[in-house]
C-alpha cells in the first residue's frame, strides 16, 4: 500500500502552530506523509518554511497546484491550515482540479463560498474533510453512532458549549498572532467567538445528533473594549424534529483552556462529553447506574470506532490522534474511491453540508443578535 | 441560651417528605426544636400527622397562630413547607402577627403576592428567610463572598443550570404526589419548571453575583405529552451591569438527578460550583493553577462561613446541614433583634427581596417565550 | 412509637467535637432523642455540659447507670464518645446492666478489654453497635451487599488505605486536644495511626468483603520527632481464604484530609469507594463499561440498604447521616428484641466481633513491625 | 538541522503493537524518521514486515549493525522493542559498537545482564535511554522538578501503584501473545507483574523523589492457576532517606485498565499524580487550598518541562507524544554530544542506572517474598 501524498497550504509562519499539528496527524499514520507545500504567503518565506519541514516548497498555491497538473508534483491530497479568510480560494482551486481538500475550519469567511465549495464537491465527487478535530475523538464518534442507534430514544434537547479565556484581555493588541486575525473581520468574517468555537458547538449539537438547527435567538457580546467582533456567543435554537439546542461559547471564561462539550437529552436516555477529558463518555438511563465507556482497542465498541483505534485500552489517544482519525477518514475516502481492496470504511466525518450549516448558523445568530433576540431562520 | 420553638405549617401529608427535611434541618442543632404544626389541610388528619411527629398539632394554621396570639402556644418561627400556592396565606398571617417565616420556595404565585410579603415584612421588621437550600451550603457561601470581595473582579457573564430527569416521563399520570401539583397551574402557578427549579438557577445567578437580571429572552418547552406547563426552561438574560446570564433548567434530562450549578466569570477570575459535589469550589485566576477550596472547619475559610460549619474539613456536610444553615440565619436574626449577647452574625441568605426577583424572573420569562423570545423586563 | 431515650458519656469537653456529632446523629430521625448524659471526668463540669446540652445531666456515667437502675432514669441505649481508654469501663458496666451500647471506634484499649465486652454481649444478648461511621454510608452498605451476593466473583485482593495530613507536624505539642490523647500512649494504646484510622482501613477490607484478616507483615513508622507512637501505619495481610489485603494508614499526608476508601478486586469484577465522595460507587466488571452508583431514595437499591437513606437522589446524605444509621441499627435491634411490630431489618454494621478483630490485627501489625516484618497471625 | 535515522529492533510481528507506538513517537517529531530495522526473529519475516513499514529491512540485528558498521546503512540511534529476554544482546552490542540505545522496559532478564550495559555506556558515553514511558509526559517531569525544588519538603513516604485487569483470567492459554510471552519465565525473567508493571510503579517511587529504595517487604502472588510467575506485587519499602515507600501492581484488578500513579508526602507538602488523567498534577499544602496543575504550552511551567510540550494548553497530550519526548531526550543527547549549536537541554528520564536499580528491587522482592516478606536489601 503506497503512502498518500499530502500537501500543505499555510501553517508554517511564526506561531501558525496548526501546521505542525497538521503533520503530526498525517505521519501518525506510516500511509501517509507530508511531501509538499506553500506555507506561506511570501513567496520567499513560503520556500524557506519548506524546508524547515523537510518538504518541497513552493512559492504559492497556485504553483503548488500548477506542479500537480504537470504532473511534475505528486500529490493525494491537501489540507488547508490558513486563516478563515483564505481558505475559501485554494480550497476551490484544488477541488476543481479534482483533487480532495482536508480544510480548517470555519469552512470560508461567508455562506456563499461555503456553498460553492459543496457545489463542486458535488459536481466533481471529489473528496473534502472539514476539519473539526474534536469529532475525531472516538468517544465522539461512538456518541453519534449510538444516538444513530436509537440508544437514547428521540433528542429533545442538547445543550453543547466552549468556554475559554484566553482572549479575556486584549491580546490581539499585545501581538499575539492567533488573537490578531481571529478578532479581524476582514481575515475571521463576521463573528470571532462564533465562528472559531462556536461552530464546534454546533457541530457537537448538530453531526452527533444528526439534527440540523432550524432558526435561532442570539445574544452576542463584546465584552473586551476596542474589539470588534464578538468574544461572547450565547443561543438557544430550535432543532428540526422540534427540540431545543443551547449552543453556547465564550472566550472570556478566564483559567478555561478547551472546556468544549455536550449533553444530549432524549426520550429513553441522555449523553455527556467533555473535551478535556476526551477518553471516555457518560451514558445515563435513568436507572440509578452510570455507565462510562472508555476509549481503547480492547473493548467492545463499534467496528465503526473500533477501526479508528491505535492503542489498547487505558491509555489515552488524545488531539493528534482525534486530528489523525480525519487524516484516517479523507485516506479512507481517496483509496475507496481508486478502487483499492480492503480499505475499511470511512466515518461520516464533517465535510462540506456541515461547513455551510455552520456558516449559515453563525449568520443566522449575527442577525439575530442585532435584531434583539428575534427567532432567525437559519 | 433557650432552645427556639418552631412551628411547622404543612409537610404532614403522605409524599411530603420536605417536613421531614425540615424537621431534621430544626434539630440539627441543639438551639432549636420543632414544638408544634398544622401539617395538613384536613384538621384531622393534622393532628394526626403531629402526634407522629411527637409536636403539638392544630387542625389549621389559624388555629395555630391563635394559640400563639393568645399566649397558649410558645413560638418563636414558623417554617412553611406546603405547595406553592399554599405559602402566601399562612406567611402573611404570620409576618402580619410580627413571628418570623422561613418559607420555601418559590415565594408565592404571583409576584403581586411576593411583593405583600416584602411590603410586610419591610414595615414589620420581622425576619423572613427563602429556603433556597443550596444557598446554605458553605461553598456556595463562600463564593458569594469571593466575588463581594473582589476575587474575580467585574463580573462578566454568569452559565447557572440546573438539570432533572424525574419528570422525562408523564409520573404526574401515575399519581405521583410530587410531580402531581409541580405540573398543575392552580397549585403551582404559571410555570412548572421556571417557578421550581429555574428559580434555584436564578438564585446562584443573582444572590451569588449580587447583581440583578434586567431583561430576558427566553423558551419554555413542554416535551411530555398532555403536560400543560414547561418542563424545560431556557433563558439569556442581562444583568444590570451589563453583563451576560445564560439560567436554563429541564426536568427531562434522564438520569440527571439534581445537577445544579454555576459558573461566573469575571474580568480577573473565574469561580465554579456544582451541587452535587457541593463540598468544594473551583477558581482559576488563569494562571495554568486551578484552586480546589474544601468545606471543613479547620481551614481558614473566612468568619462569616466558618461559623456555619458543624465537622472538620474532609467530613461532609451536605442536604441537611445546608438547610439548617438557612435556620440558623433566622434564628442568629431572631436572636438578634431580641438583643441577644454573642449571637453571631447572620449570613446574607435570600429573603423577600431575592423571592420578589425571582417571581418576577420567572413571569418575564413566560412572557418572552410566548413572544418568541422577544427581550422583556424582568 | 415511643421515641428511644438516649445518654451520652463523655463528649462535653472543649473541642470533643463527637459528642455534638452523636447528638446530631441521633436527633436526626424523631423517633430518638439524647436525655442524659454524663459528659465529662470532673462532675461539676459535666453537670454544666449537660445543661448546655439542655439534658439532664450525672456527675459520673455511674451516677447515670444508678439512676437507670434504680428506675429514677429512663434509658433506651447509651452512646459511649469518651477517648480510647475510657471506653471500656462504661461499656462493660451498661452492658452487663442489659443496657445497649454505641461505643466509638477503636472498641477498647486491648485485646483482652474487647474480648470481655464480646463476652458480655454474647451473654446478655444485649445490642451492641461500634461506631465505625463510614459503614453507615449506603453506598458502603451496597457494597457490602454486592459482594455478599456475588457481583464480583470470589474476592482475591482488597486494597483499603485512610491518607490524612493532621498529624503531620508536631500539633499534641501546641495544645491540640484531639491530638494530645491520640499521640499518647496511655489514652489511646499500642497505636495511634493503626488504631485511630487504620481500624477504619480494616473494616473496609474485612467488613465489606466479609473475610478475616489471618497474618499480616507491617512496617509502623513515626516521622514526627518526639512522638512515641505511630503515625504511620503499613500492612500487607493474608486474608482467610487466600486473598491479599494491603490495609494502610497515615496520618503525614499533607494536605489530604479523610482520604478513606477501598478497592475490592474479584475473579469476576471490582469494587471502589471513596469516603470523600461517599454518595457514589464505583462498580467495574471488565467490559469497558464502568457503572457509578449513586445514593438516593429513588433507585432500585436493594431494601436493605434502601431503609436506611433519606432523601431522594442528587441530594447526598453524608456525615451526620451515616452516623445516624449506625444508631438507627442499635434502635431497630433494640425495637426488634423488644417485639416492636413493623420493624425493618437491621443491617450487619459493626459490632463486638469486628471490634475484637481490629484489636488483634493492630496488636499484630505493631508485632510484625517490631520483628521487621515478620509475618504475624491476627 | 539534519533529521535524525533511527532503527528499530523487534516490533514487527502480529500483535506486537508496540512497534508502531514507537515509529509514531518517532515520526511525532519532523526531526526523526524510522529509516531501518530487524523487526523480527526469523529472517524473512523480518524483511516482509520492514517492507510494510516502508523503511530498509534487514534479516537479524547484527545484520543492520554490520550494514552501519560498514557504512553502507546510516543510522544515528536504535529503539529496542523486543520481549524482555531480547533486550539484552542487541543493546550491548549497539551500545559497544558507539550508538546510542533507547531500549523497553525492564531493561533485561537479570541484574547482571543490566550492570554490564551500564558498565559499556559509562565507558563509551554513549547516550541510553530506558522506554519508561510515562516519565515522558510533562506532569510527570513536573513532579520531579518540584521535588527536586524543595516545593513538598523533605520526602517522607510514597504510595506509587500500577493495578491493571487483563490478566484477570488465564489469556496467556487462549494463545494472547503479549500474555504469552509475559507469563513465561524464559521470555520475562523472574517476576511477571513485576518487571512488567511494578517497574513502572518503582520508577514512579524513586525517579520522581530522586531516592533509592534500600531494603524491601514482599509479597508476591500468582491468582491465577496453571500460571508460574507472580500476577500480583505488593511490597513496602525503606528509602535512602529513612522514608517508606509502598510500591504495589497488580494484574488481576477485572476492569482496570492501566491505574498507575503516585501519592508523595512531604514535610512541607504532598503531590499527585494519574496516568489516566495524566494532564494534571494535583499539589497540595496543607492550607485548605488544592493547586490542581495542567499541561499546556502556555503556562509558566519550568523550562525543562516547558520544551517538551507540543500543544497550547487545554489540549491534551498524552501516550504518543509521552514516549515521543523519551526520543527527544535521546535526541537531544545525541545533538548535544555532537556539538550542534542550540540543541535544548535533555532532561533527565530514565537510563541504565534506573534499569539496574529497578531489576535489583524486583529481585529483591522476589527474595523477600520466598522469604515469607524478610526485609531484604535491594
Not at 518538504?55 to 478563515?84: F, R
Not at 424534529?241 to 449552543?247: E, P
Not at 489515552?316 to 490522534?321: A, G, K, L, S, V
Request: hydrophobic residues 40%; proline residues 4%.
Amino acid at each position: 500500500m503506497a503512502k498518500l501524498k499530502v500537501g500543505m497550504i499555510g501553517g508554517g509562519g511564526p506561531g501558525a502552530f496548526f501546521g505542525m499539528v497538521h503533520n503530526r496527524a498525517i505521519s501518525l499514520d506510516a500511509s501517509r506523509e507530508l511531501v509538499a507545500g506553500a506555507l506561506r504567503t511570501n513567496p520567499r518565506a513560503s520556500l524557506r518554511a519548506a524546508k524547515d519541514y523537510g518538504i518541497k516548497g513552493y512559492p504559492s498555491y497556485q504553483a503548488l497546484l500548477d506542479a500537480v497538473k504537470s504532473g511534475e508534483q505528486e500529490l493525494d491530497y491537501v489540507t488547508i491550515v490558513t486563516p478563515n479568510f483564505a481558505h475559501y480560494e485554494p480550497a476551490r482551486a484544488f477541488l476543481q482540479a479534482g483533487i480532495p481538500v482536508l480544510c480548517e475550519k470555519p469552512i470560508t469567511l461567508t455562506v456563499a463560498e461555503a456553498q460553492d465549495l459543496a457545489r463542486i464537491v458535488k459536481r466533481k465527487k471529489v473528496p473534502f474533510v472539514l476539519a473539526h478535530t474534536y469529532t475525531g475523538h472516538p468517544m465522539m464518534m461512538l456518541a453519534k453512532e449510538m444516538i444513530a442507534g436509537g440508544e437514547i430514544g428521540e433528542v429533545r434537547k442538547v445543550d453543547s458549549w466552549y468556554n475559554q479565556g484566553w482572549l479575556a484581555t486584549a491580546l490581539e493588541k499585545a501581538g499575539q498572532q492567533q488573537a490578531s486575525w481571529r478578532t479581524d473581520p476582514k481575515r475571521t468574517g463576521i463573528s470571532n467567538c462564533g465562528g472559531d468555537i462556536g461552530t464546534h458547538a454546533f457541530v457537537a449539537a448538530t453531526w452527533v445528533t444528526g439534527l440540523a438547527v432550524k432558526k435561532v435567538s442570539a445574544r452576542l457580546n463584546t465584552f473586551v473594549k476596542g474589539r470588534v467582533l464578538d468574544d461572547d456567543f450565547n443561543t438557544i435554537g430550535e432543532l428540526e424534529n422540534g427540540g431545543t439546542a443551547l449552543i453556547t461559547a465564550t472566550q472570556i471564561a478566564v483559567g478555561y483552556r478547551n472546556d468544549n462539550g455536550f449533553r444530549v437529552f432524549g426520550t429513553k436516555g441522555s449523553i455527556e462529553w467533555h473535551q478535556e477529558r476526551a477518553e471516555s463518555l457518560l451514558v445515563r438511563h435513568g436507572d440509578g447506574r452510570d455507565v462510562t465507556y472508555w476509549t481503547g482497542a480492547e473493548f467492545p465498541l463499534p467496528a465503526s470506532v473500533a477501526s479508528y483505534l491505535r492503542v489498547p485500552s487505558g491509555h489515552h489517544e488524545d488531539f493528534f490522534p482525534a486530528l489523525a482519525n480525519l487524516h484516517t477518514t479523507i485516506e479512507r475516502q481517496i483509496r475507496k474511491n481508486r478502487g483499492e481492496k480492503g480499505v475499511l470504511d470511512a466515518f461520516p466525518h464533517p465535510g462540506v453540508a456541515e461547513g455551510v450549516a455552520g456558516m449559515k448558523f453563525v449568520q443566522a445568530a449575527v442577525t439575530s443578535s442585532k435584531k434583539k433576540g428575534a427567532w432567525t431562520r437559519v
